[in-house]
């Protein structure tokens, strides 16, 4: 069964654009979860996205967006990029809610310039 | 706002000591509570998912422990190897399904 797999690995963006990152589950998961990962912090919680519809949503602001497709590939977008935006981005997929184990991406690191 | 702390940050032990992380939860609304153990430039790995009050886990070398009523779990590491070096970070869920995790704790087994 293949992983889960993120895109793209890296990327390197400069202070106000806008950047797309792509999350692929693990086939027949439908639960998708997006984190932020920055130096001296734990996984941040960003979103969770299950059958199309946003099920939780974290503490950050409006400029981080997400949304789901009907194969459960998830995009996040991070409009008018900061400097403080730098960080791995790492996508999450599980079966089910609740004990059901998520299974993590490889991560996308994003530099922002 | 939910919580979750680990202790200690950091942690250096010799190969074949055994050691033990704390991570500490809130107690109302318990759902589950997973450990993960991270390599660098590797992602996340699931170690283990708990849900009751009493759980004990064990997988080779390494086992956990968990108290909802008083909001704790504990990870132990036995004969600890240089291949268990990673950061430990442990997660709560409660009802809402929403994952909260710890900062973790980062081991090194020197050889």
Sequence with gaps: KAGVTQTPRYLIKTRGQQVTLSCSPISGHRS?????????????????????????????????????????????????????????????????????????????RLTVL | ILNVEQSPQSLHVQEGDSTNFTCSFPSSNFYALHWYRWETAKSPEALFVMTLNGDEKKKGRISATLNTKEGYSYLYIKGSQPEDSATYLCAFTSGTYKYIFGTGTRLKVLA
Excluded: I
């Design chain 1, 32 to 108: 998708v979860s997006w984190y932020q990962q920055t130096p001296g912090q734990g996984l941040q919680f960003l979103f969770e996205y299950f059958s199309e519809t946003q099920r939780n949503k974290g503490n950050f602001p409006g400029r981080f967006s997400g949304r789901q497709f009907s194969n459960s590939r998830s995009e996040m977008n991070v409009s008018t990029l900061e400097l403080g935006d730098s960080a791995l981005y790492l996508c999450a997929t599980r079966g089910g809610p609740g004990t059901d184990t998520q299974y993590f991406g490889p991560g996308t």
